[in-house]
């Protein structure tokens, strides 16, 4: 199973992915992870040049070459992806497509978002056959949030060109939640709604884990049908 864990800059990823594979380990279900971008490969350090403002601001580069850099990490990890799925393993990711689709699909004019939309999920699923997630866990956080945690994380207040842009965070979280939408999509508030407040890392993996029990329990459901072949249908 596929699960991957969305969000822009400061949604808490990574610490929410540390702590369901630590509860699928306690219940001895293998599990992998992996985080993206992964900087030691060659788009990687690419990604890295880009997002340091090395290419020029946001606004000097176009979309669909950072798009192609991101997009070029993840196919230097498909085989690994998709190793670790033929394996039985439930596979944990930190951005995926979804991630490129928000970012760069935020830097393209509204009139030309939809085509460029379709042009990048087509490269990624189409041209360089990733496969498609099981499970979307979409860590929302309002921008002005995201942007104060990402700067406290890096400590000394310098931000990569996403992070420290708060007109692109805004513009990548409508297109995050327009995308939470699909049907594999479960959306979890960093904020709590009612109160305003921020939710502990404890209460976000509380509702982490009850997501994704109820999508494995329908996932095992599904390959039990598929292996007792067409006669159970």
């Known amino acids: 199973m596929l699960i991957v864990f969305e969000g822009i800059d400061g949604a808490g990823k990574n610490t929410q992915i540390t702590r369901l594979a ?7 279900l293998p599990c992998e992870s992996i985080s ?13 040049r880009y997002l340091s403002g090395e290419f020029g601001p946001l606004d000097h580069v176009d979309p669909h070459f950072s798009a192609m850099l991101f997009a070029g990490d993840r ?44 042009w990048l999920r087509k ?5 360089y056959e990733l496969p498609a997630e099981d499970l979307v866990l979409y860590l929302r956080i309002e921008p002005d949030e995201a942007q104060h945690r990402a700067r406290e994380r890096t400590g000394n207040g310098h931000a990569d060109l ?14 995050y939640d327009q995308l939470a939408r699909g049907e594999n999509w479960i959306t979890i508030d960093c904020i709590e709604p009612a109160t305003g407040k921020p939710r502990s890392a404890d209460e976000i993996h509380a509702l982490v884990l009850a997501a994704t029990d109820v999508r494995l329990a329908r996932f095992r459901a599904m390959q039990a049908l598929e292996a007792a072949g067409p006669e159970t249908h």
Do not use: M, W
Request: charged share 25%; net charge positive; proline share 1%.
């Open 123 to 127: 490269l990624e699923y189409g041209a």
């Open 75 to 118: 196919l230097k990890q498909r085989e690994r992806i998709l190793g670790a799925l033929n394996a039985g393993k439930t596979l944990l990711l930190d951005r995926y497509v979804a991630s490129n689709l928000a970012h760069q699909g935020a830097r393209v004019a509204r009139e030309r978002r939809e085509a460029f939309l379709d």
């Open 36 to 48: 993206f971008p992964v900087y030691s490969t060659f788009f990687g350090r690419l990604v890295e």
């Open 22 to 28: 630590a509860a699928l380990a306690a219940r001895n």
């Open 162 to 175: 996403h992070e420290s842009n708060l007109q692109h965070l805004a513009a990548a979280a409508a297109i």
